[in-house]
């Protein structure tokens, strides 16, 4: 009996756990098309109109790529780099927020110069054939100070901001001029690029939301903003001004906002296929969440579900420095295709760099200058860890996106237990996509054993695999079926789609073999006259023919040669090979090629990008792959750094008369004062003085020292040094301001005597050799090489310990970084102005405790941050090879 019983309980654990793959999708009911009306839909054979479900450009479904990067936020000379990249990358849309404060720090002193140079922005896009989504506020949040609200605007007392208080209107409305009056003849309806507008962002006022943003988008239209979408972020509440403005949601899996000392942030709720469209750790640093949450459902479902900020990198906070894997971008953009996502817009994608006001530099949060984002592509327009991942799924969009797009999502019941395999489908008709997640962002999940997923359709069921697979931890994947390829029936693949390309009328598909799963295909026996494949087996079976025992790679080719003479090709890389594709077109003709360097195409030429001085891309073209190789002649560059130790640049000096030595000083500056120290080395305590007050110091190693930061005043300073016994003195003022400016006094020949003569200027040995333990400071002075010119950058790859390091340039900052364990890039060629001429000085602050409330990767040891360490800096030039005979 008790046998029995135990194979009953087997018996019905097995059923269960096979019934977690089976979904009838036979009697479904897919929701009405209702399509909105917005705006203006551009020109005849270019309308772009939105529905309930997707997109439509010349009335055809698309699935969008949208890619954020600040052109505010670059210096325009690497403006057209950075958008080629992103082209190449599969971007088709360029988001940008167009941020307030930064045109307009002063109020009525508007800039568009230089790096904020809206409409040659818009014009560059125009010219590289990509959209421009306009995000222009007026409150844009982008880790901004006040969001992009003007200081002068959230200081005025008359009105309240992110209101319908009519005078925050009438700014608002003369933001919205200005803007329009760079953009003007630009827009979607002018045959120009701007096709949507955001208004507002993370907007959740209550009462306020739907009457606030009509306000808004009422303003704009007045002004002469006729595009055909209007936007908001939107994932707090569940108002918004339906069949006006459509909602965008965002998804980050990394989310150091929600940090909690060392520990782990917890596992998103979004890390799992599911309907709510609304992110459950965005903006809740400074959100609270209210109202009820509205679901992706086929009975209420009003407008489509498009996304703005999927987060593929991740921001530093000072509380996490969390380094991000390739794999959080993978497993965030399949999860999002799988729950019905119609447009992917990634946030961000190309990273900045703040640029520094007047008065102060303008991050709210995160370093002051330093933007990176771990994007993929970076601060310095080298490429990030989860581009591999991003970017082959942006192709797989691209070109598969008007079969995705009308597909809607199906979850089965079983994801409502997290502890079950997660997988949803996509289909229209009998068409679709299956989509499979077992990735937790650090996390672990079990292995899910003798997995077969069962898809019940009105006039069939599928199944694939054939053979039951074991679904491994940290394995996500999307599997096509039913899909018809150049009139080709694949009946299912359980190989992951990457791209296409179209070779007159020869067609080949591209996919990718998982490491953990072996790749299959039955295709349908329908006008094929002939089937070849190489690196696998292939039988004929009643219907259709079944592919396996693959080796992926280059030469994994299925050949299907049709009735009429026609080619198609299926090309099965390995996984390492999806990673290094790239995808674009050369004179009207599309182009595949695999290469492990960057590589863009303009002007009717492919470039490939690499920091080594050869490289090679393999070129696919009538089925094959073909080899080139490319050297160029290495440039060996070297940075030199030394420390700097505590008062080098400061003289010893004398009283000539009496026993104090003084020293005016001015701040003649809009910038407040952020930080301000004094050190000095003397054979006895000297009392001190500054603006009359008394500033009491204290032995710090070898020195004395005192946070003077209270003391010192904007305008003019003076400071007094009374020295017992007529006694030598060396010191030095260190100032820094909030504009990010360090300024330092040293003694010298110029500070005087009481009598207001010069001081005698002596001769001595005791300067410390370094700054105290207690002080938690190193600085280094790093004299970098010329930086090559042209198109090829050169970087310094610095490798340091500590918490915060800044970078400065004739003591203006023009570079940090929050210390994570990985190397900090600099670009050379960016500041090739001033780095010719005069040496950086990087000042490294040190954790004050080793048991500091901030998450580190592991690999991180805090204890040897608390004293600051500069170890290696590598300069790796840039080299760039043109492509010939594509």
Known sequence: MKHLIIACLSMAALSTAQGQYKIDLSRITPPTIKYLELGHPGLVGKEIRVNNLYMEESGIPQLPVMGEIHYNRMDSRYWRDALLKMKASGIDIVATYCIWSLHEEFEGELSWEGHLNLRRFIELCKELNMKVHLRFGPYCNAEIKNGGLPDWIVNNKNLVTRSNDPLYLEYSRRWYQAVYDQVKGLLWKDGGPVMALQLENEY???????????????????????????????????????????????????APWTASGKNEIPTSNFEFFTYNRLSDNIGTDIIK??????????????????????????????????????????????????????????????GGTNPVGKTRTYQSSGPRVSYDYQAPIREFGTLGTVMQETKKYNYFMNDFGTTLAPAVAYLPTSNQDKNNLQWAVRLKENTGYLFCSNYLYKHSRKDYKNVQFSLKLKDETIRMPRQKVTVKNGTYFLWPFNQELSNVLLKYSTTQPICSLKEGNNNTYFFFEDDAISGEYLIENKDIRNIEVENGTCRKEKNGYFINQLTPGKECIIKITKENGSTVRFVTLTEEESDHIWKGTIKGKEFVSITNSSLIYDNDKITLINDQPSTDIWIYKDGNFKQQTFRNEAHSLQAIFRSITPMEKSKWIRPTEGNVVKRLFALNTFSKIERAYLRYVSPVSADCNINGKETKTTVMGDYFYADVTSFVQEGDNTIKLTLPGNQEITAEIEILLKNGKRIVWNTDATWLSTNNKPVTTVTAERKPSAFAPEEHLGLYEVKAPVPVCGDEETRMYISYKGDVANAYLNGDLVADSYYDGTEWIISLSRLRESIDTNPMVIRIDGLKSADAPIYFEKNVVPQECVVPSMSDIKVRQEYRFEVKNQ
């Open 289 to 350: 969440i209210e109202g009820d949450v509205e679901s992706l459902s086929g009975d209420n479902n009003d407008s489509p579900f498009f996304t703005c900020e999927i987060g593929v990198g991740t921001t530093a906070f000072y509380q996490r420095r969390a380094v991000v894997p390739e794999e959080m971008a993978g497993e965030n953009i399949n999860l999002r295709l799988g729950c019905g996502a119609n447009m992917m817009g990634y946030y961000m994608y190309t």
């Open 204 to 254: 959740v006022r209550p009462g306020m939301i739907i009457s606030h943003l009509l306000n808004l988008k009422r303003m704009a239209v007045e002004i002469g903003f006729d595009v055909p979408i209007y936007s908001m972020t939107h994932w707090m509440d569940s108002e918004y001004p339906k069949g006006e403005i459509i909602p965008y949601a965002g998804f980050y899996i990394e």
